[in-house]
């Protein structure tokens, strides 16, 4: 990937408006979990309240900002970096579902299919998410193997030629040649002699 000042900027910029949208996502579904209504049969649920399907989102949409934050050479921090972003997405959401008396610390979180977790039990859970994925990218920094550098072949500078030198392969190309045109017949032993002999004298 290009590391010029534009491109910077514009991989700035993707990660700004993806994060701002999935940090959005993820905090919704989490503070406003309790609100959704579920219609559920057949061992299936679905709504119609964006907030219910807001996580799901929210994560995929945090990996793609982790994605295009990194450089080509770091693409493999994203793991780490979404995990983070993700888990501390989420977590402030449900402080501020908490805050707002949407949901309560000790009650149901009504998140997802961790609806019967308390909501202390899942912040605790996106702390240590989090913080297993600030573990992943120092683990990968340390790990990481510096970008070797392009081999450069060096440059072989050929001296020119001087006259000696050309005739002496101009000669070597007759008398090849010659020595072909006498093993095929097309000469004799005295025409190749006679000149043989004009060459090398």
Known sequence: MSTSPRAIVLR???????????????RLGAREASLVEWDC???ECSTDDFAGAAPVFGVIVMFAAAFV???????HFMFGVGVFLAAGATLVGFE???????????????FMFF???????LEITMAVFAGFGLIIIAVLAI?????????????VVKAP??????????????IAQLTRL????????????????????
């Open 182 to 201: 006498r093993e095929s017949g097309e000469i004799d032993q005295a025409t190749y002699d006679t000149a043989m002999a004009k060459l090398l004298r």
């Open 12 to 26: 700035a910029f993707g990660f700004l408006v993806l994060f701002v949208a999935g940090q959005w996502m993820l």
């Open 96 to 110: 501020e579902g908490v805050s707002a008396g949407l949901i309560e610390r000790d009650g149901p979180s009504h």
């Open 143 to 155: 790990r990481a193997p510096r970008m070797a550098l392009p081999a450069v072949k060096p440059v």
């Open 115 to 121: 609806g019967g977790v308390t909501t202390s039990a």
């Open 41 to 43: 049969a057949g061992g």
């Open 69 to 75: 934050l990194l450089p080509s050479g770091r693409k």
């Open 161 to 174: 030629e001087d006259d000696s030198d050309r005739e002496a392969a101009q000669t070597a190309r007759v």
